[in-house]
């Protein structure tokens, strides 16, 4: 049997993980929304859809940020580097679809 103090402290960091979370994907949503902006843009004026100066520049910007934040560069680079891919693909797509 869990302590009741116990396990009421771990279902108090339960809550703000869930509200972390859903704050993530509302992060994630908006900035979807810009780079989606972004995307149109690019394709009418047929820029290409990645832009290596600007992903270089970011992935250092938020290793910094995560040193700062007592949290693994590494792995906040994995993270930029999944949403840069997802990214590109949807620029990609709203190219073809322009196209079209």
Known sequence: MIDPAVKQELSG???SI???DAALVHML???FRCTKA???LK???NLPPADPAREEYQIDRLRRLAK???LDP???EKFL???IHEVIRHHEAIAADLKD
Do not use: L, P, T
Request: charged residues 35%; glycine residues 4%; aromatic residues 16%.
């Open 74 to 76: 590494d792995f906040a």
């Open 38 to 40: 972004v995307g149109v």
């Open 68 to 70: 700062e934040a007592d």
């Open 13 to 15: 960091y339960r809550q």
């Open 43 to 45: 394709a009418k004026y």
């Open 18 to 20: 869930d509200n972390i």
């Open 81 to 83: 580097n999944f949403i």
């Open 29 to 31: 949503a908006e900035r």
